[in-house]
């Protein structure tokens, strides 16, 4: 049973502003946005962290990517936006099911902090 928040969103249990949903993929705003635009992009599957993602996982963990190009083409974004996964607690993961960041809107700095 995946019984964190996202789990809990992926099952409609609590609500969310979904932009995007395919088979294995879904997405929607973050409560807490850290850009104008910051939406999570996570498979359905539940997988707790980067580090345990395992070759069976390939095709699902693409399809993030493939999922963040549709949203920056439906949202119209040309000025360029930012993907980030964190990996453990050290590295800022909160929630433990795995979700890209998906970032725009502003001008981004790098190195992040
Ligand atoms: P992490 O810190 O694990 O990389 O990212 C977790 C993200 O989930 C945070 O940016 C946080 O704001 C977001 N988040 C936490 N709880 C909820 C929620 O209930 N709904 C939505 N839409 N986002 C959430």
């Not at 996570?42 to 707790?48: A, E, G």
Request: glycine share 6%; hydrophobic share 40%; net charge neutral.
């Amino acid at each position: 049973m995946n019984n964190t928040v996202f789990g809990k969103i992926i099952r409609r249990e609590i609500p969310a502003d979904i932009v995007y949903e395919d088979n294995s993929t879904l997405a929607f705003k973050d409560t807490s946005p850290q850009a104008p635009i910051h939406i999570l992009i996570i498979p359905k599957k539940l997988i707790d962290m980067p580090q345990n993602i395992t070759t069976q996982d390939l095709e699902i963990v693409g399809n993030l990517f493939f999922a963040a190009k549709e949203i920056a083409k439906k949202l119209n974004i040309t000025n360029g936006y930012r993907l980030v996964m964190n990996n453990g607690e050290e590295a800022g993961q909160s929630v433990f099911h795995i979700h890209l960041h998906f970032l725009a809107g502003r001008k981004l700095n790098w190195p992040p902090g």
